[in-house]
């Protein structure tokens, strides 16, 4: 008889398998029938730049598949291929570990792109539309309205452009620029200003921060 902590690790493994297989399949037929963005005379890197082929996006979108298993959160095949494609070239665009954008994502909306909050904030990054629209204009992006931050794509282009630009506001400190994230960049300045925060995190433990880098897990904590 199969020990029950086995049978689950089994399952869990089975799940994610058949998690990666339909992302990869989803990822071929997107190559297949899709319309590349780029010059058709460059049919390699078509090929190179396909999550779950190789480089970065195919350790991210394992990386994905593990990180939705780990905290039972199941997505369309579809969904998940978008998610995982973004998150590589949004990860490595801003150099950002995508662990952190991961956990940003379940902690703001637990992957559901339709979430909107009681402020307003708008899909899986949570932007409000009106910080959205001030950032689309500083990434050159046509802003057409706020249905926009319900495509995964645009969410997470903006949302990891908003947080790698809270972190240079901070000089670097992750601590902050999540409490900023969170709260508002000005919240932070406030306190910072009125003596109240340091001028690192280090005496200041945000909630929403520590949340975020435990369900980072340790592996990507490592990095911060």
């Known amino acids: 008889m199969i020990p029950m902590r086995r049978l689950r690790r089994l399952k869990r493994r089975a799940r994610r398998a058949t998690c990666l297989g339909l992302v990869a399949s989803t990822a071929v037929l997107a190559m297949l029938?899709?319309?590349?963005?780029?010059?058709?005379?460059?049919?390699w890197r078509l090929v190179a730049e396909v999550p779950i082929v190789r480089g970065p996006e195919a350790s991210t979108a394992s990386l994905v598949a593990e990180f939705l298993d780990r905290h039972d959160v199941m997505l369309p095949p579809?969904?998940?291929?978008?998610?995982?494609?973004?998150?590589?070239?949004?990860?490595?665009?801003?150099?950002?570990?995508?662990?952190?954008?991961?956990?940003?994502?379940?902690?703001?909306?637990?992957?559901?792109?339709?979430?909107?909050?009681?402020?307003?904030?708008?899909?899986?990054?949570?932007?409000?539309?009106?910080?959205?629209?001030?950032?689309?204009?500083?990434?050159?992006?046509?802003?057409?309205?706020?249905a926009r931050l319900l495509d995964p794509r645009t969410n997470i282009a903006l949302g990891a452009f908003y947080l790698k630009s809270l972190m240079r506001t901070f000089d670097g400190d992750v601590n902050l620029a999540l409490t900023a994230y969170n709260k508002g960049p000005g919240y932070?300045?406030?306190?910072?200003?009125?003596?109240?925060?340091?001028?690192?995190?280090?005496?200041?433990?945000?909630?929403?921060?520590?949340?975020?880098?435990?369900?980072?897990?340790a592996r990507s904590r490592r990095a911060l």
């Open 78 to 146: 579809g969904q998940l291929y978008a998610i995982a494609q973004s998150v590589a070239e949004e990860s490595f665009r801003h150099r950002i570990d995508p662990g952190l954008l991961l956990s940003v994502i379940l902690l703001e909306s637990r992957f559901r792109t339709d979430a909107v909050s009681e402020k307003g904030a708008i899909g899986l990054m949570q932007l409000l539309p009106s910080t959205a629209e001030e950032l689309s204009g500083q990434l050159d992006l046509e802003w057409r309205g706020e």
């Open 33 to 43: 029938v899709g319309t590349p963005a780029w010059a058709p005379e460059d049919p």
């Open 188 to 217: 932070v300045q406030r306190m910072q200003a009125s003596g109240v925060m340091e001028a690192t995190a280090a005496n200041f433990p945000s909630s929403y921060a520590e949340r975020i880098v435990t369900h980072m897990g």
